[in-house]
Nanobody, 115 residues
Framework: QVQLVESGGGLVQPGGSLRLSCAASGSTSSLAVMAWYRRIPGKQREVVATIKTGGRTSYADSVSGRFTISRDDAKNMVYLQMNSLKPEDTAVYYC?????????WGQGTQVTVSS
C-alpha cells in the first residue's frame, strides 16, 4: 500500500512560482506513472502533468512551458515546479500514482494565485 502526501501549496502573486512536493510512503520505483491533477472550483478534476518510470513526461496544454514535473525514486518523491503562475491556476492540486494493481491519491494541497 502506498500513501501520498502533498505539500508546498499556498498563496502566490500572478507571475510567481511554487514547487509542490509529493512524498510517497512506499517505493515510487514500483509506480509506473505518477502525476499531478488539479480541481479548479466549479470544474472536474483534470490532469496537469504525468511522469513515467524512466522520466517520460506529458503536460496539459494550459501549463506546458510553465510547469515541470519530476520524480526522485531514491527519495520516493515527485515534484511539480510551477512558474509564471496565473489566477486560473488556482485549484486544489492532487498527487496521483498508478501501481501494479492499484491507484493512489493524495489529500490535495491548495494553490491560490491572486494579487
Amino acid at each position: 500500500q502506498v500513501q501520498l502526501v502533498e505539500s508546498g501549496g499556498g498563496l502566490v502573486q500572478p507571475g510567481g512560482s511554487l514547487r509542490l512536493s509529493c512524498a510517497a510512503s512506499g517505493s515510487t520505483s514500483s509506480l509506473a506513472v505518477m502525476a499531478w491533477y488539479r480541481r479548479i472550483p466549479g470544474k472536474q478534476r483534470e490532469v496537469v502533468a504525468t511522469i513515467k518510470t524512466g522520466g517520460r513526461t506529458s503536460y496539459a496544454d494550459s501549463v506546458s512551458g510553465r510547469f515541470t514535473i519530476s520524480r526522485d525514486d531514491a527519495k520516493n518523491m515527485v515534484y511539480l515546479q510551477m512558474n509564471s503562475l496565473k489566477p486560473e491556476d488556482t485549484a486544489v492540486y492532487y498527487c496521483h500514482a498508478i501501481g501494479i494493481t492499484n491507484i493512489y491519491w493524495g489529500q490535495g494541497t491548495q494553490v491560490t494565485v491572486s494579487s
